[in-house]
């Protein structure tokens, strides 16, 4: 596989809304899904909502509201890649709780749930793009 086609391959892989990961998205909005989300990684919406910077998604407020957006798009990268890279949501959540070598043998989950799954969406676009970590 040539760099463009690496590269292609990345890029597919994050562009969430053309990824078919309708698990994570509201359908009636389309939007990317806090509750969805959290329901995709196995956690109660609470444990998600301070790593997205929020307390909670309030009651008249939809958990898929455009004010949350920005803040959903790196767990949804990470979602999108793994599920892509894995056959089932069963395979995503182990590899999410499992020590990596990478993040100091701590689990990607770890690093999503404290605010930084920006560095497990980058570990895995490098490991796609053949990067070494």
Request: charged fraction near 20%; hydrophobic fraction near 40%; avoid cysteine.
């Amino acid at each position: 596989m040539d760099y463009d086609d690496q590269k292609e391959k990345q890029m597919s892989a994050t562009a969430w809304p053309q990824a078919g990961l309708a698990e994570i998205q509201d359908p009636s909005a389309g939007r990317l899904d806090a509750q969805r989300i959290a329901d995709y990684l196995g956690v109660p919406l609470p444990s998600l909502a301070p790593a997205i910077g929020e307390r909670v998604v309030a009651g008249d407020e939809s958990p898929s509201s455009v004010s949350i957006q920005d803040k959903l798009n790196q767990p949804a990268d990470v979602l999108v890649i793994l599920s892509r890279l894995f056959d089932s949501k069963q395979s995503v959540r182990a590899w999410l709780n499992s020590p990596h070598p990478d993040l100091g043998s701590q689990s990607p989950m770890s690093f999503i749930l404290s605010g930084k799954a920006a560095v497990v969406s980058n570990m895995l676009q490098a490991a796609l793009a053949g990067q070494p970590s």
